[in-house]
Every structure is written in structure tokens, then in C-alpha cells.
């Protein structure tokens, strides 16, 4: 045999080895292929004949679990429950208005309701169900799964719904819920947001408060179900499911049994209450009275129920904590007399003599004593809380001075708390009236801005802040959420202020005594306990200006006029003096006078927060314990720990 024929024959050999290999290949696949047709057509032919005649797949998005909020001690603020509704796929109904109308006699509907209905359904993608009926008892949802086999397009349906079991305690803190909707889409917290579950009908975000500002982590993340439905729409099985991803849980800064405490002390009057730990900036309550229950949001309030709320003077919607602002009134005397004291133009030994009035360009500012408090330095200033002492100090100081101190106080700064309308306050300068009045600044308007008056504003929040500052002297600033799913938020280290320690030691004297001293503004509500002196200073601020003629006519005192005219009473407050652990403001609209209105409930307030429970009647001056007792008495106070438990249970 030649080379060439070698060559040839073994060619040939590798030729037949691959393509036995590959026509194997080949048989296999066909082979393969062929029991797989077989499969389908002979042993599937029945499942498959059902899917192509009779049924079909749809996809449908499972709502998550919303993220649950807590207080500081683990005590539920929020719950989620059970809500009974019917649904509808508009894609699997054939007459829409009279299906509609079969639900609503089954569940009782009324007219307008069902047009709602209609409303929400001509505007979805048919595809995507639509709650038609919600918040429904069980005996109506259990008719509905009974005539669902007859209701074509129509399935019973349980979501979680959103309730809250302290009810009127945290509704301006936490907020409430509700469904979605296109003014929704408009807000900043919502605009950009492309989530699908916000396009069901009926889905519920956050609308005001802790439940929008976190709605993102809240809302959690939707899971996707695929069933197999019949030509009724009617669910035959599951196929499977990518579960929802639920919210995250929040636990907030707050103490529910102090909240519901300083919601039961403010009572009816129209106020706001500030608590701050002026150790690392938490609040620890934040009242607002007269409060609303976020339930009736939460399931569809009633027209008489909105109607009531937006009539009350009183503003129970509004969280007057953050969102109200009020002349700070005396309250700011303490800015005043530190920008004095840090630029050097006076000292502790100063005195200025205070007949009852200072007269500047043609005007007189008066004192709020008429006859005048005589001779008066820092310290008997802050005490007896004289304005003439700040009118003359103010002078030297200059506005842009006493500005710069109250923004370094915290006044017209916007403390970032996931609340909804967290006012910034105002604390104005020359640059600003010019601004926004074109106006040049007087003389007139750094006297008034010296005792809290004029342009200068604050919030019940900010107040807090600045005796937490003053009593520190770091730039504490409040927090509100402690942790989130269980991971502790971290606690800032605080700045120094940048305020010399004496001038500090200085206004912190007077406020000791303005609470512990018989002149003092607020000795009647001082607290007797050992290691718990409270520091303290009142304020008043005038809601409208008195003419001279209205003065010499002795026509001045709050019990001479209408409600919305009479001042507003507010206190800010320490303790204990030695080691200061709470902060605390207190405003009470048109309440009349710090020392009589606000002084007493924010002392209650404060040894509420030392002690952890009521405390002993020691800690009141005797002559005011039969009072107190009765008041103890009175206050309907609850234990949120066992009213959440019981609520669970039920």
C-alpha cells in the first residue's frame, strides 16, 4: 500500500467515527423530542386543553406587610389588620354596572360608593384589581365568598389595613394613611416614585407625618403571584409566588406613657408641649392639643367627621409643635442677654433702672410691670422678668448681634425631623426687613425683637431646643427615630456652642431663680424635690398691640377680651439644675400669662419624665397638693403597653 492510499483510508476511518457521533447526536434529540410530544399529547392533553379553552395566567402584585413603628421602650404605635374587601378585574366582568350592583346589595353599598367605584375602575388598567368594597364585617365577606362563583370577575380579599391603638396620643407625630392619590403623586416624597403598587386603586401611602416622611422604607416592596384562572375569572390554582418584602420597622425616640400623659395635661386647651433628653438631643414626647384619632383617616372619615375637625378654632390637625409658630415673647431674654454678655457691652454688675416704660423716637415701650421694677441687673432681670433691662441692653447690642445669638440658639433654623411641616421659625435682621418689607430697620423693631416681640417667631420645638442648648452647652439638636429594623441611629457628638461657660453660668442662675425664688416669675411652680430643681423662664407674647388710650382706660387685662386676642402663656424649662436631663416647652394659645397658663403644666410635664411614673405629692409646694391630687385623679392616663396588648387579643 502506497503513502497516499494510507492517507485515504485513515481519512476515511475519522470521517465515519464523526459521523457516527453526530447522527447519535441526532437520534437522541428526535428521540427526546419525540417523548416530549408524546407527553404533551397524550399525557398533558387534558391540562392543556383546560389552559387553551377555559383558563388562563395572570399575574398579580401581593401587597407588602407595611413596616411597623414603635416607641422607645418597644411599645406598638402602629398595627397592622386584617381589612375584608371585594375585588374586581374589570378584564374578566362582562356587565360591569349590574355585577356592581349585585355587590352592593350583597354588601350593602351605597350609590355613591358604587360610583366610585365605577370611577376607579374606568380609570385602572382592566387587568389590575380593584377594590370595590373595604373595612367590610365578616358576615358580609363571608356572602361575597359564597356568591363568588356567580360573580364573575369578583373574588373576596384580604389585605393588611393600617390602625392605630393609642388612637389621638401620637396622630400629629405618626400621621396617617390613606389611599393614593393624584395630589399624592405631586408631593416631593411621592413625585419621582415608580413603584406598581401605587397605581391600585385604593392603596394606601402615607399621608402626613412619620407615615409619609417614611413612606419608602415603610411601604415595603410587592411580591407577584401567578395564577391560574377560569373563564370566570375565578382563582384554580396557584402557580407560584415571589413573596413581598415587608416594611421596615421604626422605633421612635419617644416614651408613650410620658405621651399620653402630656396630652391628658394639656386637656382641652389649645397647646403644644415640647419633651427633650438633653443628653443626646431625643424628644421624648411631643404633644398637640386638641388632638384627632388618625383611625377615621385611615378607614374613610365621614364627611360629619372632617366637617367637625376643620370647624374647631382650635386646629386639631395642625401639629402646633412644629408647624405653629409664636412670638417667643420672654422666653427670648435669655438670647438677648448672652449676644449682651458674649460682645462684651455689659456685665454681670450692670443695672438699669426701670421706671415702667423707656420712651425711643416718639414712642414708649412698656414694661409689662406698669409701675416698674426699680433698679435691675442680668440676674433680677431674668428673674422678674423685666423689659425695660433688655430694652436698654439692646441698644448696645445691635439686631445683627442678638440674631446671630438666636440662630446659634436655634431660633429660624429648620431641625430636620420626619414630620410633616416643620417650621423654621423666623429671626429677622436688618437684611431681612429690607427683603420682605422693603423697610428700612428701626430702633423700634430692636427693641421689640429684644423681648421676643415684633417679627421674631418660634415654634414650640425650637423653644425646646434653645434651653437644651442653654443647659448644655452644645448644640444639641432634637432626633426623633432611635432605631430602624432593630439598627440603632447614630447619636451625633455634639459641638460646643461657642458660648463662654460663665455667660452661660450667668442666664442659667437667673433661671434657677426665676423658678426657686419668691420673685420669681414661676416660684409657684417650683419643684420641692431634692436633686430635681427645675430652672425655668415665663413668657408672654402679645397677640395684638394696646393703643395708650386702651391703657389709660385700664383696658389691657386678658379677661377683658375675646379669646383669639388674649396673649399666648409660654414656659421653657431644666432639670435637674445640677445635671440637666430634660428640656422642656410648653405654649398655650391665648392662655393669658406664662407663669399662671404654661409654668404649671410643664411642671407636671417634667416631673412626670423624672420620675417615669406619677410622682409623690412631695414634690409640690404643700399649699398645692390638694389640687394636684384631685388633677392626678382626674387625668384619664392609660398604660399603652396594656391597651396595645388588649387591642392585639381583640
Known amino acids: 500500500m502506497t503513502l497516499l492510499e494510507g492517507r485515504a483510508d485513515q481519512s476515511v476511518r475519522v470521517i465515519t467515527r464523526r459521523g457516527l457521533i453526530l447522527g447519535a447526536a441526532q437520534m437522541a434529540f428526535v428521540g427526546v423530542l419525540g417523548l416530549r410530544i408524546r407527553q404533551m399529547q397524550i399525557e398533558q392533553v387534558e391540562e392543556f386543553r383546560l389552559l ?32 375584608y374587601g371585594v375585588v374586581l378585574t374589570r378584564a374578566d366582568v362582562g356587565d360591569l354596572e349590574t355585577t356592581l350592583q349585585r355587590i352592593a346589595g350583597i354588601v350593602g353599598l351605597s350609590a355613591d360608593e358604587v360610583d366610585q367605584a365605577l370611577r376607579e375602575i374606568s380609570e385602572a388598567n382592566p387587568s389590575v384589581p380593584v377594590t370595590v368594597a373595604n373595612h367590610l364585617k365578616w358576615d358580609a365577606f363571608a356572602k361575597v365568598a359564597a356568591n363568588s362563583p356567580a360573580l364573575q370577575g369578583v373574588r373576596p380579599d384580604v389585605t393588611p389595613s393600617r390602625a392605630y391603638p393609642l388612637n389621638t396620643d401620637f396622630a ?37 407625618g412619620v407615615e409619609a416622611k417614611m413612606e419608602h422604607l415603610l411601604r415595603g416592596r410587592a411580591g407577584v403571584r401567578r395564577e391560574e384562572v377560569n373563564a370566570a375569572g375565578r382563582v384554580m390554582r396557584q402557580l407560584d409566588e415571589k413573596a413581598s418584602e415587608p416594611g421596615a420597622n421604626l422605633q421612635l425616640t419617644l416614651d408613650s406613657r410620658l405621651q399620653n400623659y402630656v396630652q391628658a395635661r394639656l386637656g382641652e386647651e389649645s397647646a403644644s408641649a415640647v419633651v427633650m433628653d438633653i443628653r443626646n438631643g431625643d424628644i421624648m414626647a411631643m404633644g398637640s392639643a386638641p388632638s384627632f384619632d388618625p383611625n377615621k383617616f385611615a378607614r374613610g372619615i365621614s364627611l360629619a367627621d372632617w366637617n367637625a375637625l376643620m370647624a374647631n378654632r382650635f386646629r386639631p390637625l ?119 418689607r422693603s423697610a428700612d430697620w428701626v430702633v423700634g423693631d430692636t427693641l421689640n425683637s429684644s423681648i421676643g416681640q415684633g417679627f421674631v417667631l418660634s415654634s414650640p420645638l425650637q423653644l425646646a431646643v434653645m434651653t437644651a442648648r442653654i443647659a448644655s452647652g452644645k448644640s444639641v439638636a432634637p ?20 458660648i463662654d461657660s460663665r455667660h452661660l453660668d450667668l442666664v442659667r442662675g437667673g433661671m434657677i431663680d426665676a423658678v426657686n425664688k419668691p420673685k420669681g416669675t414661676a416660684y409657684r411652680s417650683r419643684i420641692l424635690t431634692e436633686g430635681m430643681l427645675m430652672a425655668g423662664k415665663t413668657g408672654t407674647s402679645q397677640v395684638r398691640g394696646i393703643t395708650e388710650a386702651e391703657r389709660s382706660n385700664g383696658v389691657i387685662a386678658n379677661e377683658d377680651r375675646p379669646w383669639d386676642q388674649i396673649d399666648h402663656a409660654l414656659f421653657v424649662c431644666y432639670a435637674p439644675y445640677d445635671a440637666p436631663r430634660v428640656a422642656c416647652s410648653v405654649v398655650v394659645e391665648h392662655g393669658g400669662n406664662g407663669s399662671h397658663s404654661a409654668a ?29 391630687q384631685t388633677r392626678q385623679r382626674q387625668l384619664k392616663l392609660r398604660d399603652p403597653a396594656v391597651l396595645t396588648r388588649k387591642r392585639s387579643r381583640a
Open 52 to 83: 387553551a379553552d377555559e383558563n388562563r395566567i395572570n399575574i398579580r402584585l401581593t401587597r407588602p406587610a407595611r413596616g411597623l413603628v414603635f416607641d422607645r421602650n418597644g411599645v406598638p404605635l402602629v398595627r397592622n389588620e386584617q381589612d
Open 172 to 208: 400629629h407625630v405618626l400621621g396617617y394613611v390613606g389611599p393614593v392619590s393624584d395630589y399624592d403623586m405631586t408631593k416631593g416624597y411621592l413625585s419621582e416614585d415608580t413603584d406598581p403598587l401605587l397605581k391600585i386603586p385604593r392603596f394606601q401611602v402615607g399621608k402626613t
Open 318 to 436: 395642625s401639629n402646633k409643635a412644629t408647624q405653629g409658630v409664636y412670638p417667643p415673647g420672654s422666653t427670648f431674654k435669655m438670647v438677648t442677654a448672652l449676644a449682651a454678655l458674649h460682645e462684651g457691652v455689659i456685665g454681670p454688675g450692670l443695672e438699669i433702672s426701670c421706671g415702667g416704660h423707656v420712651e425711643v423716637g416718639g414712642r414708649r415701650f412698656h414694661c409689662w410691670r406698669s409701675h416698674g421694677h426699680g433698679a435691675m441687673d442680668l440676674h433680677s432681670s431674668l428673674v422678674e422678668s423685666c423689659d425695660v433691662f433688655y430694652y436698654d441692653i439692646s441698644r448696645r447690642v445691635s439686631i445683627e448681634k442678638i440674631a446671630s445669638m438666636g440662630r446659634r440658639l436655634g431660633f429660624g433654623q429648620h431641625h430636620d425631623l420626619p414630620l410633616s411641616a416643620v417650621h423654621q421659625g423666623l429671626m429677622p435682621d436688618r437684611n431681612w426687613k429690607l427683603r420682605n
Open 479 to 498: 432626633r426623633l427615630i432611635k432605631s430602624i429594623n432593630g439598627r440603632e441611629e447614630p447619636v451625633p457628638e455634639w459641638e460646643p456652642l461657642g
Open 600 to 628: 404649671p403644666i410643664a411642671r407636671d410635664i417634667v416631673l412626670q419624665a423624672l420620675y417615669g411614673d406619677t410622682p409623690p405629692l412631695s414634690a409640690y409646694p404643700e399649699n398645692q397638693r390638694g389640687t394636684i
